[in-house]
């Protein structure tokens, strides 16, 4: 079947795929309401077609016919020049904390077993987290992955705050990646490989998905892409500690956790709440790094502590991990982040800059002499 649409919406979009049926329940995927999220991404003389499939159940196999026979679809229509199918599951058998449980005791979060998914090509594996959103964590991430690659590493980023994706604005990237051997192939830019949500998505389209949904989004973005051998890979994990910090818990073997933290003690509890998580599933805290340690004034170069300054330091201190080191705010920090250039990448001279890297040689000192360890298996009891 071949559509014609001079403007395409998502009323094509969504016709196109009414033709494609269930091959066992014999309905289309529209009348089984699998579909959802479909965004239509315009570059230039391209529209890039990106839609969720709910499967509810079935095999891999079936999984693939969808994939297959959907994306051929919605490819049919007259302007669309590419498509790509994101697989999620309402019916997921991974355990979920549900919010009005009670957080659980310490022996509640068991590790055992064997990681879900082959990672030993993705090298090391970093998490960067903080408690709460808004302490710079996005920016840390991206400057600290630019600074082991300044080191001589293959490394990768990925964005995996799903619900507020910041790693596209950061490093000026809006193209979608391409599909080769069915995996998607990672952008590129400062000599980093990058992945993220935000790519698959308009900039202002709200991702609104189910814990479930979420936990397979952040599966593909680790199978379905073609990283490559990577010495590192830098993972820039959504604050909280919630569905996604499981996921990627359970089934990836994580070498270590950085935490960032501003100095005020309002991002101190927070900070606490990730470093317990972590700790209870048995993934070492790398340190502690304190971002938004005192403002220099580009005038006149004093500083001010704004948010208080020691704080993350002293907490690194009382809880007996290492203290990685003070990022300070500046406005060039600022300009190039707003700018998608982050300023590691392009003043390495700088003192943020020299900041970043000195944070850099600590965490990979420390993960270097340390094997890759096995992902823990989380269980939640009420």
């Not at 990646?177 to 993220?196: A, H």
């Not at 001010?304 to 007996?320: L, M, P, Q, T």
């Not at 300070?328 to 590691?344: C, N």
Request: glycine share 8%; hydrophobic share 40%; net charge neutral.
């Amino acid at each position: 079947m071949f559509f014609k649409s001079k403007n395409l919406t998502k009323a094509d979009i969504e016709k196109a795929l009414n033709a494609v049926l269930h091959p066992v329940k014999g309905q289309s995927l529209m009348a089984l309401k699998m579909i959802s999220g479909i965004v239509l991404k315009r570059q230039e003389k391209d529209t890039v077609v990106t839609f969720v499939v709910d499967m509810r159940d079935g095999d891999e196999a079936l999984m693939e016919r969808l994939r297959e026979v959907s994306e051929k679809a919605v490819l049919s229509i007259k302007g669309v020049t590419g498509a790509r199918a994101i697989f999620t599951s309402s019916n997921n058998d991974m355990p979920v904390a549900r919010h009005h449980a009670p957080a659980p005791a310490p022996h509640s979060a068991k590790p055992h077993g064997r990681p879900h998914m082959e990672t030993r090509h993705l090298g090391k594996i970093i998490a960067v987290l903080s408690g709460k959103g808004g302490v710079g964590k996005s920016t840390t991430a991206a400057n600290l992955a630019c600074a082991l690659a300044q080191k001589g590493l293959r490394v990768g980023l990925l964005d995996a705050d799903v619900y507020g994706p910041s790693v596209p604005r950061l490093f000026g990237l809006t193209s979608k990646p391409e599909t080769k051997d069915n995996k998607l192939v990672p952008l590129e830019k400062y000599g980093l490989k990058i992945m993220s949500i935000g790519f698959m998505v308009e900039e202002e389209t709200p991702v609104i998905w189910r814990g479930a949904m979420v936990q397979t989004a952040l599966k593909q973005m680790l199978n379905d892409v073609n990283w490559g051998p990577l010495d590192t890979l830098v993972i820039d994990m959504p604050p909280g500690t919630g569905d996604a910090q499981l996921t990627l818990a359970q089934n990836v073997p994580m070498a270590g956790a950085v935490i960032v933290s501003t100095p005020q003690d309002l991002a101190l509890i927070d900070a606490r709440k990730a470093i317990a998580m972590f700790r209870r599933v048995e993934i070492p805290i790398l340190g502690l790094i304190e971002n938004m340690s005192s403002f220099i004034c580009p005038s006149c170069g004093t500083q001010s502590d704004i948010f208080g300054h020691g704080g993350a330091k002293h907490e690194a201190e009382r809880i007996g991990e290492p203290f990685l080191g003070e990022i300070p705010l500046t406005m060039r920090l600022r300009e190039t982040s707003d700018a998608g250039t982050p300023i590691t990448a392009i003043e390495p001279a700088d003192v943020i800059s020299q900041s970043y890297q000195a944070i850099a040689g600590k965490v990979w000192e420390k993960l270097s002499g340390s094997p890759q360890r096995a992902a823990p298996k989380i269980t939640i009891e009420d």
